[in-house]
């Protein structure tokens, strides 16, 4: 019996890594896999020539011809002249079988030749016509793939809220899916939806025989009934729905006690915008669910809230929950959760788990067993402060995590404000107490109240990627404060009793940032140990502001735009756009060293990385893809070896 045991384990480790990492130098998931590792096992391009790198291709998008266009506001929904303004091109193509697939941040659809940036077809389902979709905009992340046998499908979810299934050779709708090759989003949910309030930003995620979709739902709804975030799973041949999980349970569910005086029945959001990720071997999804309505005040839902800003693990047949566990209670501080959950095998004290990797916008990394979601490291319940809004209850403890230590400032005391002078400290002093501010859970207020991390993390969208050969995790994230301040709300037009008033990231004295950087940072995190390796500011920031103010250099500050991470065998890459407010260095793709975070290389770009890179070997050659710009000037960059 021993030595069967000896032998299971020892085969254990292989088991457990199979399906992590994008598979045979292709790149078939937002994430690379359906863990979301972001890793690729390629090493062609590597520390002793990545300074051979440079632009191979550009593929131009289909939206730059779009975005001149000036739609009436009867039909869009726009003023005049207002055109067809698009966010900043945050997606990420995939690669299958020579092919690059990717949608546009008008919802469009491209298959391009992965080798030579080639285009082969384009699918517009002219979503854009339905007008502007809600919070970011016209936002994309990507699609999503699924074959059998012959057949080949991508999935697209759009602004307008529509799932097609298209043919994957040549971007035809497929006529069996739903009722022309798509599925109304906004149709089939416990309530009716406002069109309006409601989109996709996010990929689909294909797991077996389904595709689970999430939403993203406007941030400032003005009553307390807005669209219900509930997860969905669509049949991939039919569009057939499958299965609802209610991410505010219903009637007779687990978890409607922690939301008192029935307000389990109006309270909407509590939804995925972002991205799903999934064990394709146990069958489970992992779903990182947002705030509820509204962010900032919880007055009107009383209670923990169960499933808002919780982890929660279902099986993907069937939408059954397998556990769940809730990072914020009764959360006010819009720290929903923003990115991918990563999965990730690690040995911890002797012992293998497959684990899932949680980053925060609190600067937390929440670690768990994803097969029962036991915590790796003990979750300790800590007091936090109470609220002095009228009306507010909030939760006397939050969750914080013993291991790892947060990769981000969490709270504000007069020893976070700048001090390149004793003006300038006795400046950022002044500004200080001009609101209320205190540790990572101080309650909005009245008054106004500082907030770090801010609304945008810490850690966002651009998620962390982990190598599955060490167990190493690198997690780019910001530190700016913000503002918040409620009111009362207007009751001639809103049913709630506080809202979120003006606010925002506060200037610090001169212009300068409130608090010292690193305003961005880039962390490696070891998951088997959960100490951080190491912590390097990305970018300069304004130090060149700094010195031109005459003061002595202060080194890098970190700063400006940066893309999610990409993990090779071999190397660390990692888009920069150079810091806004004295930027030193353009557009660029940092070549990091994973076990150093020292910069290598940097190759220069012609335009601002947007999207997370991948990469993925064709013609015998490794090229990275990134995506770039906004507007009337995005699309696709190819690097590889020159």
């Known amino acids: ?274 991205i799903m990720s999934a064990d394709l071997e146990l069958g489970y999804v992992y779903l990182p669910i947002g705030t509820p309505t509204n962010d900032w005040y919880g007055g009107h839902r009383l209670g923990d809230n169960l499933f808002a800003e919780s982890l929660v693990a279902v099986e993907a047949a069937t939408g059954r929950r397998v556990w769940h566990y809730q990072l914020v209670h009764h959360g006010v501080w819009d720290y929903d959760i923003p990115a991918a959950p990563t999965l990730i095998d690690i040995t911890v004290d002797g012992r293998a788990i497959k684990a899932v990797a949680q980053v925060t916008k609190q600067g937390f990394v929440y670690v768990f067993d994803r097969v029962t979601g036991e915590p790796v490291w003990p979750i300790e319940e800590r007091p936090v402060p109470a609220s002095t809004v009228p009306g507010e209850r909030l939760s006397p403890t939050q969750p914080f995590p013993t291991r790892p230590a947060a990769f981000e400032r969490q709270g504000i005391t007069v020893d976070d404000l700048i001090d390149f002078t004793p003006e300038l400290r006795a400046e950022a002093e002044a500004l200080l107490e001009n609101n209320d501010y205190g540790g990572l859970y101080h309650p909005p207020s009245e008054r106004g109240t500082l907030n770090l991390p801010g609304w945008a993390g810490g850690a966002n969208w651009q998620g962390a990627a982990v190598d599955p050969t060490n167990g190493m995790m690198y997690v780019p994230s910001r530190t700016n404060p913000i503002t ?16 979120r008033g003006r606010g925002g990231s506060p200037l610090g004295p001169q212009r300068l940032p409130l608090v010292k950087g690193p305003h961005t940072r880039l962390t490696a995190i070891d998951l088997n140990t959960g100490e951080h390796v190491w912590q390097i500011p990305i970018g300069d920031g304004i130090r060149s502001r700094v010195i031109d103010m005459g003061i002595p250099d202060p080194g890098p500050q970190g700063g400006g735009a940066y893309t999610g991470p990409l993990l090779t065998e071999t190397l660390l890459f990692i888009g920069h756009g150079g810091a806004r407010d004295g930027a030193q260095g353009g557009p660029a793709m940092l070549v990091l060293d994973k076990e150093t975070g020292e910069t290598l290389h940097t190759i220069d770009l012609p335009f601002l990385p947007t999207g997370t890179p991948m990469t993925y070997m064709s013609g015998g050659r490794q090229l990275i893809v990134v995506a770039f710009g906004r507007s009337e000037e995005a699309g696709l960059l190819a690097l590889a070896l020159n």
């Not at 918040?484 to 809202?499: G, H, K, Q, T």
Request: hydrophobic letters at 40%; proline letters at 5%; aromatic letters at 10%.
């Open 484 to 499: 918040v301040r409620l009111v009362e709300a207007d009751a001639a037009r809103s049913d709630f009793r506080y809202m």
């Open 1 to 274: 019996m021993r030595v069967l045991l000896a032998l299971c384990l020892a085969a254990l480790p292989a088991t457990l890594s199979a399906q992590q990492g994008a598979p045979d130098g292709q790149w078939p998931v937002y994430g690379g896999d359906a863990g979301s590792t972001k890793y690729s096992a390629l090493d062609q391009i590597h520390e002793g020539n990545a300074d051979q790198v440079s632009v191979l291709w550009q593929w131009n998008s289909p939206d730059n011809a779009l975005a001149g266009l000036n739609p009436s506001p009867s039909s869009s929904g726009f003023g005049a002249n207002s055109g067809l303004s698009v966010a900043a091109f945050k997606a990420t193509p995939i690669m299958v079988d020579g092919v690059l697939y990717i949608r546009t941040s008008l919802s469009l659809v491209a298959a391009i030749d992965a080798a030579s940036g080639e285009q082969l077809w384009a699918f517009d389902p002219k979503s854009y016509e339905a007008g502007r979709p809600t919070n970011l905009g016209f936002n994309s992340r990507g699609v999503a793939h699924w074959s059998e046998g012959a057949e080949s499908r991508i999935f697209l979810a759009t602004g307008d809220s529509r799932l097609w299934a298209l043919d994957a050779a040549t971007g035809v709708p497929v006529a069996g899916f739903g009722g022309d090759g798509s599925v109304d989003l906004k149709s089939g949910l416990r309530r009716e939806v406002d069109g309006r309030a409601y989109q996709v930003i996010s990929p689909p995620l294909v797991v077996g025989d389904v595709v689970v979709v999430g939403s993203s739902i406007f941030d400032g709804p003005r009553y307390k009934t807005a669209d219900p975030g509930d997860v969905r799973a669509f049949d991939v041949r039919t569009g057939e729905l499958r299965w609802a999980f209610h991410t505010v349970p219903q009637a007779g569910e687990l978890g409607i006690d922690t939301w008192e005086d029935d307000s389990w029945q109006y309270t909407g959001n509590t939804n995925v915008w972002s």
